[in-house]
T-cell receptor, first 111, second 112 residues
Framework: DTAVSQTPKYLVTQMGNDKSIKCEQN?????MYWYKQDSKKFLKIMFS???????INETVPNRFSPKSPDKAHLNLHINSLELGDSAVYFC??????????FGSGTQLSVL | GDSVTQMEGPVTLSEEAFLTINCTYT??????LFWYVQYPGEGLQLLLK?????DKGSNKGFEATYRKETTSFHLEKGSVQVSDSAVYFC???????????FGGGTRLMVKP
């Protein structure tokens, strides 16, 4: 069974559209994250939720809005997509001992 | 704030060569240190970690020692394989928080 699953794996869309990326973890972790990986492979945290509450919100445009309906899910909704949003987005969940489990990534391409 | 610096890639090696990927960090207190690996088309996986000074993390033939005096956590492997080709990320979690801070990643390419 996949521990952290995110969908879709690939997302191609036009500028100005609104899209969502879903993430689910079946590990029983309390903390979930969204990371953005740019074309140079540099990873940067975007958001972190603990038990459905936002605990980290880095400098991210307001067009990005995370939603956590329960502690097993952390979805990412993006409004008015821009070219610069093209990247790979990784969901992760946190375990004891500080180990993170990552999803396989969603490659977003904005045309 | 916390930061991680790792060597620029790509690193290209022949099979069975010795690997070193340098990683240094800046953090207050005593952070926990990690190496993550990203194989092509996959998400990051934890490769190894060390939580205190002089600890050595090891996994799959890779090793890294937490050196407080040099604020380093260099990744080493004695004999690389083609299957080790991936991007390697050094990372830390500072004592004050729970957020991973990543280095920029180093791409390793191993040729037969």
């Amino acid at each position: 069974d996949t521990a952290v699953s995110q969908t879709p794996k690939y997302l191609v869309t036009q500028m100005g559209n609104d899209k969502s990326i879903k993430c689910e973890q079946n590990l029983g972790h309390d903390t979930m994250y969204w990371y953005k990986q740019d074309s140079k492979k540099f990873l940067k945290i975007m958001f972190s939720y603990n038990n459905k509450e936002l605990i980290i919100n880095e400098t991210v445009p307001n067009r990005f809005s995370p939603k956590s309906p329960d502690k097993a899910h952390l979805n990412l909704h993006i409004n008015s997509l821009e070219l610069g949003d093209s990247a790979v987005y990784f969901c992760a969940s946190g375990a004891e001992g500080l180990k993170l489990f990552f999803g396989s990534g969603t490659q977003l391409s904005v045309l | 704030g916390d930061s991680v610096t790792q060597m620029e890639g790509p690193v290209t090696l022949s099979e069975e060569a010795f690997l070193t990927i340098n990683c240094t960090y800046t953090a207050t207190g005593y952070p926990s240190l990690f190496w993550y690996v990203q194989y092509p088309g996959e998400g990051l996986q934890l490769l190894l970690k060390a939580t205190k000074a002089d600890d050595k993390g090891s996994n799959k033939g890779f090793e890294a020692t937490y050196r407080k005096e040099t604020t380093s956590f260099h990744l080493e492997k004695g004999s690389v394989q083609v299957s080790d080709s991936a991007v390697y990320f050094c990372a830390l979690i500072g004592r004050a928080g729970n957020m991973l801070t990543f280095g920029g990643g180093t791409r390793l390419m191993v040729k037969p």
